[in-house]
Each structure stands twice: as C-alpha cells, then as structure tokens.
C-alpha cells in the first residue's frame, strides 16, 4: 500500500475533500490569533515518516 496520509491510521477527513487533520500527535496552539488548538492540516497525497498504515476491519 502506498505509505500517504489517505491510508493512514492517524488521518481524519476535514474540510475540502482531499484535505483532512494529522491526528499523530496532540493539537497545536494556533499561529493565527485563534485560541483554538489544532491539528495539522495535510494533503490527501502527503506523507511523513510517522505513517502507519489504518487497520480495516
Ligand atoms: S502527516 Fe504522517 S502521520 Fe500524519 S496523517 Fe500524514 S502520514 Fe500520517
């Protein structure tokens, strides 16, 4: 399977179609002036060294 963030464990679906959060670690505090945390936003194509493939029942 190719290693990207659509088949990872750790991405959730957010916002535009092909985009989504990066669940891999706790949300960040916004550079944006929101007191919101957030998760990394990410590509449906994107990848990082923290993949690991979802389990499909
Ligand atoms: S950025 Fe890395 S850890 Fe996060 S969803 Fe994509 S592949 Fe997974």
Redesign the pocket.
């Known amino acids: 399977m190719e ?3 659509e088949f ?4 959730k679906k957010f916002g535009k179609p092909k985009d ?1 959060e ?3 670690s706790a949300p960040l505090p916004s550079t944006q002036g929101s007191d919101k945390t957030l998760w ?1 936003m ?1 590509h449906i194509d ?7 493939e979802e389990e499909i029942d």
Do not use: A, D, I, L
Not at 8 to 11: K, M, S, T, V
Not at 46 to 52: K, L
């Open positions: 290693q990207k963030c990872c464990r750790f991405w989504g990066c669940h891999r990394p990410t994107q990848w990082c060294g923290e993949f690991q």
